[in-house]
């Protein structure tokens, strides 16, 4: 993959560092907006099951916004998303995702194992994932879309911003490639916001990132998180 070592600038940082603070700035932007609305409209006496759809779209449409980010960048500053990113999927691409993502799904069950040994189930917290099927009315299509939200759309939004333009910015500015794994993995652990899960969801973005880091490409990263996400998407199906 060819990376930008143009350094176009945005407000005086190179494109991919002002899309990495922009996407995020957009992602609680959003979240911020999107809660204040359903709290405006729902009051504490409605039914959950009569809002499922939307509650459920609307608990994800944060998490779009981080790729809009990357992507409005890339195609405006960058040389496009397949040269800054390598989304095109090649067959390296695909074997390393997959087996990173069957790592990343072993390290995230150790370690949740391992803190609940440690602390207690009641200090560590479900996955937020685990609800759903609650607030789902039942409805088949809104479970479906949301499997597909979980293996599609969340994994290429947050890797776009991560794996792509965090990883490449920190890379122009010439940081070791090991810190930049580091600091990718730990920014994915924050980003979730579960405190109690912060050390799995670490080591899950470490494996994510070696994806990025062997492939050299974006793409595999993507795999990965998508083959992470599969199986807790699955799961959802079966009220568990």
């Not at 994806?211 to 990263?221: E, L, N, V, W």
Request: one cysteine or more; glycine letters at 12%; proline letters at 5%.
């Amino acid at each position: 993959m060819a990376e930008d070592r143009g350094g176009k600038r945005i407000l005086g940082a190179h494109w991919a560092f002002a899309a990495f603070f922009f996407g995020v700035a957009g992602y609680y932007l959003v979240t911020l907006l999107t809660s204040a609305a359903f709290n405006r409209h729902v009051g504490d006496d409605d039914p959950v099951e009569a809002y499922a759809g939307p509650l459920l779209l609307l608990a994800f449409l944060p998490n779009l916004v981080l790729g809009l980010g990357p992507a409005i960048a890339s195609l405006r500053y960058g040389s496009g998303l397949e040269r800054d990113f390598g989304l095109r999927v090649r067959g390296r691409d695909l074997r390393i995702g997959l087996a990173c993502g069957l790592l990343a799904l072993v390290v995230g069950f150790v370690l949740n194992a391992a803190e609940i040994a440690v602390f207690g189930g009641d200090e560590v917290s479900d996955s937020p994932l685990t609800d759903l099927p609650d607030v789902s009315g039942g409805s088949t299509l809104w479970l479906v879309t949301t499997a597909l939200v979980l293996v599609i759309a969340v994994p290429l939004t947050e890797e776009l911003l991560l794996r792509g333009v965090l990883w490449n910015a920190l890379l122009h500015y010439k940081i070791p490639p090991w810190v930049v794994l580091v600091l990718t993995s730990l920014m994915f652990a924050l980003l979730h916001g579960e405190t109690t899960r912060t050390i799995a969801l670490f080591g899950q973005g470490l494996v994510l990132g070696l994806a990025r880091q062997y492939s050299g490409r974006t793409s595999a990263s993507v795999l990965a998180h998508a083959a992470n996400n599969l199986p807790p998407a699955v799961l959802l199906f079966t009220g568990h």
